[in-house]
């Protein structure tokens, strides 16, 4: 059988999801067969340019003409547009695989949860947390799961970006709170909050996280409209920090800012623990950084080993991957439990519990107090 797969949205993450399905065939040959069936947007004219670049058959203007004929649904689209198509989508019976953050509200994200819950475990909705399919953080998640660095004491995990630096940087959706939800919270904290729940969040590990204290600063109130002489307000936040308390006692902080002159895109994580530590960077993504019991320092690990996650997909050992290949990793996991009728994680209940941290916080701004997650 092959799945017909409709795409809503043909920017960033559709030429990101689009090259991911390209390559399927070509290094994942037990991958189900698929094809890009119909992509859509709103522009007809970027709309027919992007579907002959991006490799679709056919385009729409109307989610709902797609969401009930097609095998599978990608939302890809920004954040206000992730949650009624995708519940139409689930109470149609298609799979759904949306971006992150799961919806610009919590409570739009329970909804989104909710909908895939009654659509039942053979109906897969998958939240596009790609980093958890970068081949270093699946090596990390083996070593924390075997207990190489014993109790879990401190989490560090920051985003630093730099594209909003500049106050003349134009303002985009990104900078709006209606259509957003949050700003480097939403859009960089929910990769970090993800990547620790799915690296330490076992009950044996640090386990959940029991509270928080959050704080969120916008540094540029306005910024003009691209190719005109007006300004918009900036209604989200530009950076955000916050300390975290887990269940087995465990500390945390997390930090992110779209305003870190010099950093383009720096996702680092850090666990410590009672037998040793790890160390990943995203601009260094083929290496762990990592201490055991009784080493003098850290050791490089590069990870691209024949026997490590998916490498042996790829290249031969000491030839790195990038970036997009976390894509095809993702594509290939989701896709497949679609063709086999089975679980995939991270789950739009994933996408709900980071959701979840993430109102905390801003929760936590507003009232000035340490808040606890139930």
Same mark, same amino acid.
């Given at each position: 059988?092959?799945? !017909?797969? +409709?795409?809503?949205?043909?920017? %960033? ?18 991958? *189900? ?15 027919? @340019? ?12 109307? &989610? ?15 954040? %206000? ?56 953080? !699946? ?7 075997? +207990? ?8 560090? +995990?920051?985003?630093? !970006? ?7 940087? *134009?303002?985009?959706?990104? /900078? ?38 959050? =704080? ?20 989200? @936040? ?20 779209? /305003? ?15 037998? +040793? ?35 042996? =997909? &790829? ?9 997009? =290949?976390? %894509? ?26 980071? !959701? ?19």
């Amino acid at each position: 059988m092959t799945l !017909q797969v +409709g795409v809503l949205g043909y920017r %960033f993450m559709g030429k990101a999801h689009a090259n991911a399905m390209a390559r399927l065939p070509m290094f994942f040959p037990d991958a *189900p067969d698929i094809e890009r069936s119909v992509l859509v947007g709103r522009d007809e004219a970027a709309l027919t @340019d992007a579907a002959d670049r991006l490799g679709f058959d056919s385009t729409a203007t109307d &989610w709902e003409d797609v969401v009930d004929e097609v095998d599978v649904f990608y939302n890809l689209g920004p954040n %206000f547009v992730h949650p009624e198509p995708s519940i139409a989508a689930l109470e149609a019976g298609t799979p759904v695989f949306c971006e992150k953050p799961l919806a610009p509200t919590l409570e739009e994200a329970e909804e989104m949860a909710e909908a895939a819950r009654d659509a039942g475990d053979d109906v897969p909705a998958g939240c596009a947390f790609n980093y958890r399919f970068v081949p270093a953080i !699946q090596y990390a998640k083996g070593l924390l799961e075997d +207990g190489e660095l014993g109790e879990i004491r401190h989490v560090r +995990g920051r985003y630093l !970006q730099d594209w909003l630096v500049d106050p003349e940087a *134009p303002w985009s959706w990104r /900078n709006d709170e209606e259509m957003a939800g949050s700003g480097a919270l939403g859009d960089l904290g929910a990769h970090t909050v993800d990547l620790i729940r799915f690296l330490v969040g076992d009950d044996d590990l640090a386990g959940d996280i029991d509270r928080l204290s959050g =704080h969120l600063r916008t540094f540029v109130d306005e910024r003009p409209v691209e190719g005109g002489d007006e300004t918009r307000p900036v209604t989200v @936040d530009d950076a955000y920090s916050a300390q975290l308390e887990f269940e087995n006692g465990a500390m945390g902080t997390l930090e992110a800012t779209r /305003n870190a002159t010099g950093h383009k895109n720096d996702h680092t994580i850090e666990i410590h623990g009672s037998k +040793g530590s790890l160390k990943f960077s995203l601009e260094r993504l083929n290496e762990l950084e990592l201490l055991r019991e009784d080493d003098r320092g850290y050791e490089t690990v590069l990870v691209t080993d024949e026997d490590d996650p998916y490498v042996d =997909h &790829w290249w031969p050992p000491g030839h790195v991957i990038g970036w997009e =290949h976390t %894509f095809v990793h993702e594509n290939y996991e989701f896709l497949s439990a679609v063709d086999e009728g089975g679980e995939f994680h991270p789950s739009f209940e994933d996408g709900l519990a980071a !959701q979840r941290v993430l109102a905390a916080i801003e929760d936590s701004d507003e009232r000035g107090e340490w808040v606890s997650l139930e």
